[in-house]
């Protein structure tokens, strides 16, 4: 079984920062990839940001592109979601997400293609 725990919310302003944390556990991974979605209230999740873990390719939804920045730290089996110029549109609960068996080299932006999830963690963006 894989576990997999968030940190890092918060209530910050706009224009301010957060970083959040994914950690994971409870299997040897060697193969696998790793997203971030986001739920806001009354509305779908929606993908933030993928990445593989054997070859750290990336994948940004296009209303993060260039604010956002995803990182892993494969000694520590934890991936980051570094969030910089935040808006009040990313309001949401942020969930990270982790699908075994996936190519080296692979991302994945569908949450089917996901496996397991972290129970969220709240980010609030004030105007």
């Known amino acids: 079984q894989v576990q997999l725990v968030e940190s890092g919310g918060g209530l910050v302003q706009a224009g301010g920062s957060l970083r959040l944390s994914c950690a994971a556990s409870g299997r040897t991974f060697s193969d696998y990839a790793m997203g971030w979605f986001r739920q806001a209230p009354g509305k779908e999740r929606e993908f933030v940001v993928a990445?593989?873990?054997?070859?750290?390719?990336?994948y940004y939804a296009d209303s993060v592109k260039g604010r956002f920045t995803i990182s892993r730290d494969a000694a520590k089996n934890t991936v980051y979601l570094q969030m910089n110029s935040l808006k009040p549109e990313d309001t949401a609960v942020y969930y990270c997400?982790?699908?075994?068996?996936?190519?080296?080299?692979?991302?994945?932006?569908?949450?089917?293609?996901?496996?397991?999830w972290g129970q969220g963690t709240q980010v609030t963006v004030s105007s």
């Open positions: 997400a982790i699908r075994t068996f996936a190519g080296a080299s692979a991302y994945y932006t569908r949450r089917d293609e996901y496996n397991y």
């Open positions: 990445i593989s873990w054997s070859a750290g390719s990336t």
